[in-house]
């Protein structure tokens, strides 16, 4: 069954504004990871969050993880027209690899 | 540039041909990865190498041919292949050991078209 699922599946936003990205799991987890993905090139790792923690922060990244819900959400503050990509989650646990979600499509309009 | 290299960039075959993708890391990492990205579908692992050995095979058809000659080079083998292949092909890069605690570090990935 897949794991991560991000949602939603597209977003579109003007720049300055705020864009909240979601992901949820469906087994548990020993970390989440965010990765962004510019059309047509490889993915490029954001940030990890460890099963144990709550909140992390990089730059004009925020993640959020609650394992009761399991679910995590990514938002970008002050958006850029350079934040305009596919962001996906993925999920690890020790032993298995990584499960990458579908992704959420992100616009973001000058 | 994240120290993962793939070569070709773009690549078209027809069904008869035989051709491979190659992936170099300059990370000093112990594992690698071929995952195949189509339209409108999550990336697909196909192949784990760790300390050289294929510790993943994810029900991968015959035709696709992984190769790992040495920690920092992967290659993909390709033959005979069927127009549903066509996707982009990303190889990745990992510390190594237990993947799913590692950051994975991406390539730019082959566009491949089967013509």
């Known amino acids: 069954s897949q794991q991560g699922e991000e949602d939603p599946q597209a977003l579109s936003i003007q720049e300055g504004e705020n864009a909240t990205m979601n992901c949820s799991y469906k087994?548990?987890?020993?970390?989440l990871q965010w990765y962004r993905q510019n059309s047509g090139r490889g993915l490029v790792h954001l940030i990890l969050i460890r099963s144990n923690e709550r909140e992390k922060h990089s730059g004009r990244l925020r993640v959020t993880l609650d394992t009761s819900k399991k679910s995590s959400s990514l938002l970008i503050t002050a958006s850029r027209a350079a934040d305009t990509a596919s962001y996906f989650c993925?999920?690890?646990?020790?032993?298995?690899?990584?499960?990458f979600g579908p992704g959420t499509r992100l616009s973001v309009l000058p | 540039e994240t120290g993962v290299t793939q070569t070709p960039r773009h690549l078209v075959m027809g069904m008869t041909n035989k051709k491979s993708l190659k992936c170099e890391q300059h990370l000093g990492h112990n594992a690698m990865y071929w995952y195949k990205q189509s339209a409108k579908k999550p990336l697909e692992l196909m192949f784990v190498y760790n300390f050289k050995e294929q510790t993943e095979n994810n029900s991968v058809p015959s035709r696709f041919s992984p190769e790992c000659p040495n920690s920092s080079h992967l290659f993909l083998h390709l033959h005979t292949l069927q127009p549903e292949d066509s996707a982009l092909y990303l190889c990745a890069s990992s510390q190594g050991g237990t993947a799913s605690t590692d950051t994975q570090y991406f390539g730019p990935g082959t566009r491949l078209t089967v013509l």
């Open positions: 087994t548990s987890i020993n970390n």
């Open positions: 993925a999920t690890g646990n020790y032993g298995q690899n990584f499960v």
